[in-house]
């Protein structure tokens, strides 16, 4: 099999990573990459070790022409830059959007491939997780399953993040000497993952549910680590046994004894999550990710798997980075 594959926003980090992946896919056959800053260049202009294969591709702007004729497309786009676009794209195109605008939309599949892979497989229209949520309802999803977190308390996620999530444009306030020696909260009580979060824990059997979340940026280039504090009675024990129960079988889910490390997935699709709590609560959940793997191009290749039918892990098996 082959799959035409194009990839829309490559010179963003996200979109990156995805031709990162897709170059060592054995099933991914990338045709046509787009960016409208650079736009006419090749890809080995944007990426100087990009494989030899792609280095003669050239970034294209947006033509919908040309989409039409892909089995495949990976968007990493802006919010707000792809909602009535697509709607122009032929529906037997698969799309994974890695942005924000089809999170809950009608049509669109919510694709937290390690918790709903079922949903997933065969469609046509996903719309991969944010990269806190992708964190944060790994390590929530199965306490709320297993029944274990008390309704009608606040779900507190406190979450740091490499700055590389913020985008490959950033700001100019993500600069060297802007983030090094600094942590910063930002987003507070208005960060656009609220909603995603809160719709997912309602989906997930909490009702009613109160999210909280406060993110920090801090300097580092990549990684997520999540702290979760989740009202309910357990003990740490039987936290991990219904972690494991409910990941079981699950390939890219690690549950372990003691706190993650971020970088134990710098380069992988993994997701770490871990357990805290003693009886009269409150249970602290714990979940690392690397914001571009897990976080973005990782589930995405993820979830492209999945609706093709391939074998989940197809070109996602390479280890963490370390150091």
């Known amino acids: 099999m082959s799959i035409r594959v194009g990839i829309l926003g490559v010179g963003g980090y996200g979109g990156g990573e995805v031709l990162r992946l897709c170059a060592g896919h054995p099933e991914f056959e990338v045709v046509y990459a787009s960016g409208e800053t650079n736009a006419g260049k090749l890809l080995v202009e944007r990426f100087p070790g990009v494989a030899s294969k792609l280095a003669g591709l050239m970034i294209e702007p947006w033509n919908e022409e040309k989409m039409a004729g892909l089995d495949l497309i990976f968007a990493s786009l802006p919010s707000g830059n792809s909602k009535e676009a697509f709607g122009r794209i032929p529906s037997k ?5 890695i942005g924000s605008d089809h999170r809950y939309e009608d049509g669109w599949t919510y694709g937290l491939a390690d918790v709903w892979p079922e949903q997933i497989k065969g469609k046509n229209r996903v719309a991969n997780p944010g990269c806190y949520p992708s964190a944060a309802l790994s390590a929530i999803a199965p306490l709320v399953a297993a029944k274990m977190v008390r309704e009608g308390a ?8 490499g700055v590389s999530g ?3 444009g950033g700001g100019n306030t993500l600069g060297f000497a802007d983030v090094n020696e600094d942590v910063s909260a930002y987003g507070l009580l208005k960060h656009g993952h609220v909603p995603e979060m809160t719709a997912t824990l309602a989906k997930l059997g909490l009702a009613n549910p109160q999210v909280t979340f406060t993110p920090h940026l801090i300097p580092m280039t990549r990684g997520i680590l999540v702290t979760c504090y989740l009202p309910g009675d357990a003990t740490t024990q039987q936290c991990m046994d219904a972690a494991r129960k409910f990941y079981e079988g699950r390939p890219f889910v690690r549950v372990v004894d003691q706190p993650p490390h971020t970088k134990w997935a710098t380069g992988s699709n993994l997701v770490f999550v871990s357990y805290a709590a003693q009886t009269g609560g409150p ?8 914001n ?3 976080g973005a191009a990782g589930q995405a290749v993820q979830n492209a798997n999945l609706m093709f039918g391939l074998g989940e ?3 996602l098996e390479q280890a ?3 150091p």
């Open 154 to 161: 606040p779900v507190i996620i406190d979450a740091k993040s």
């Open 320 to 322: 963490p980075l370390w």
């Open 313 to 315: 892990t197809t070109g």
């Open 166 to 168: 913020a985008g490959r």
């Open 93 to 97: 195109v698969k799309i994974v959007d």
């Open 292 to 294: 571009l793997g897990k």
């Open 283 to 290: 249970i602290i959940a714990l979940g690392a990710i690397d």
